[in-house]
């Protein structure tokens, strides 16, 4: 701050105080001369009130400088002789008692006035203090109530974590490769490598020699390699329990480096899955029986309609034995008729293409081996099966209907599954037709269903399903037939539901029965 600034800004704050002494003494002197009180006589307490009202409100300057001034007063107009600044050498002795006593009143009140600053000063440092206590105590508190939370979120998180880590069989661990040392184990990873927690944490050497021995040197090698490369490693392995017990167990190690780049430790999960290879060659085992007893179906069901397929192939075997006789004489005559013998031919061509695709889908329904998925029409598959079980509808003088959407889009799907699932519903409608009186009509729909897909339904007005036994329709071995193999239904749903579909049945009025099914349309299911 600039001296002149500094000059008026002291100035401005002293002259109030020196004012207020002035008019102090000033006040007191008029009281003390106003007739009406007679106060003449006495006005030592009023001159000492002015220099306590100066002492408290200027300090101790402002008092003394009243002091001065109540002396002066004093001395002029109440000591003999009156209104004169001349020696009074009499009056000397009361002077200096009313000098020292104004002197002391007003060190007193500039005493107290300053010990009450100092209190209130004191008092609100003393609050100050406090209300920052407060807020201190106040923070420490929410920090605490903090620490609290994030501590009983800590505890829940580790909870779930463990539940999760014990449902799943998976658990985390650390170690350092380089040392042979194992810095961690997870309460599920002392569970999944056979070890008891409360034995404390395993020697390296312990549990490499747990591994199973087939399984030491792929172990040891994937583990120098991740450590040599400072990469993640994943791998499956046996480990023998102390019972006895060898588990399957996939390890995923992540490599953790300092800020140099440097290998410090492994951390990572391990997974006992076990049950999910066991299950999953069960899986392997089944849908290999599954697949065996659909060719051993598919063979029952064709050696069954070899009858009929020696009719379908002998059509255009005759028709392209006399086509091709036709062909000869033509070509016999005196003057060869070529434009007739080239159409003969060409039937002939024709009638045995179509006997060699009979022959074809024949072989294909024997044909074992794994699912081919391609895309397929839905259609043709009904009109081939159609064609494929022309005699067996014609010996039982059923009426085949068809009403085929057109346009529909193709599904991915196994060829040959999806014929043999038309197949057996078309054979099932066949037989519960053939001893029935009356119409006997079959009745196969394609349409477009909900959420892209196809449905294909099969209708007879046959013998009708069991109402009784719905539940236990598509069941294996459940069979209304006398010489029925109860597979043919649950197999079809099987390979419907292998594509992504669902497979049912219903009533249908007055007699029958209708059966149904969907397929995604331009998916790619799995079997």
């Known amino acids: 701050m600039p001296a002149s600034n500094r000059f008026v800004w002291t100035t401005s704050r002293v002259i109030p105080k020196y004012a207020i002494a002035v008019l102090s003494v000033a006040a007191a002197l008029i009281i003390s001369q106003w007739p009406a009180l007679h106060l003449e006589t006495a006005p030592v307490s009023l001159f000492f009130c002015a220099v306590m009202i100066s002492a408290w409100f200027g300090g101790f300057r402002p008092g003394l400088f009243a002091t001065v001034l109540c002396t002066l007063a004093f001395y002029y107009y109440f000591l003999v002789p009156m209104h004169t600044l001349a020696a009074k050498p009499e009056e000397m002795p009361r002077l200096i008692v009313f000098t020292g006593s104004a002197l002391v009143v007003g060190v007193l009140s500039a005493a ?65 490769p380089t040392l042979n040392e194992i810095k ?66 996939h390890v995923l190690g992540n490599p953790v480096l300092d800020s140099s780049g440097r290998l410090v430790e492994f951390v990572g999960t391990v997974m006992d899955v076990t049950a999910g290879k066991r299950a999953e060659q069960e899986r392997e085992k089944l849908r290999q029986a599954q697949a065996d007893l659909a060719r051993a179906s598919r063979v029952t069901t064709m050696g069954e309609l070899s009858a009929s397929l020696a009719h379908e192939i002998k059509q255009p075997i005759a028709a392209a034995i006399t086509d ?40 294909l329904l024997f044909k074992k081996g794994s699912s081919q998925r391609e895309p397929v029409d839905v259609n043709e598959i009904i009109r081939e099966m159609i064609v494929l079980l022309h005699n067996e509808t014609t010996r039982y003088s059923i009426v085949v209907q068809t009403k085929l959407a057109e346009d529909l889009p193709k599904i991915m ?115």
């Open 112 to 176: 107290q006035r300053s010990a009450t600053e100092s209190l209130r000063g004191a008092r609100d440092d003393l609050l100050g203090t406090l209300q920052e206590l407060q807020k201190t105590n106040e923070a420490l508190q929410a920090e605490s109530h903090e620490r609290k939370q994030a501590e009983e979120k800590l505890r829940r998180s580790e909870s779930y974590l463990a539940e999760a880590q014990r449902l799943s069989h998976t658990g985390s661990w650390a170690s350092v």
């Open 184 to 249: 961690y184990l997870s309460e599920e990873c002392y569970r999944v490598l056979g070890f008891d927690p409360n034995d404390g944490l395993p020697k390296y050497q312990e549990f490499f020699k747990r591994i199973y021995f087939e399984d030491q040197g792929k172990v040891t090698a994937a583990v120098e390699t991740a450590g040599r490369e400072k990469v993640e490693f994943e791998l499956d392995y046996r480990i023998v329990h102390p019972d006895g017990q060898i588990r399957d167990i």
């Open 324 to 363: 091709a006789n036709t062909c000869v004489r033509w070509l016999t005559r005196d003057q060869p008729d070529l434009e007739e013998a080239r159409a003969a031919a060409m039937r002939v061509v024709k009638d045995a293409t179509r006997a060699s695709e009979i022959v074809s889908h024949v072989r």
């Open 413 to 527: 799907g196994d060829r040959v599954q999806l014929q043999q699932v038309m197949m057996n519903l078309i054979l099932n409608s066949i037989e519960a037709m053939r001893d029935v009186d009356g119409a006997r009509e079959l009745t196969i729909k394609s349409e477009p269903a909900e959420n892209g897909e196809i449905m294909i339904s099969v209708s007879d007005t046959g013998v009708g399903l069991p109402t009784q036994e719905m539940d236990q329709l598509f069941n294996a071995f459940f069979t209304t037939k006398d010489h029925g193999t109860g597979m043919g239904l649950s197999i079809s749903r099987s390979i419907v539901e292998s594509h992504e579909g669902r497979l049912w049945a219903a009533g249908n009025s007055p007699r029958g029965a209708n059966f149904y099914f969907t397929l995604p349309a331009s998916v790619e299911g799995h079997e």
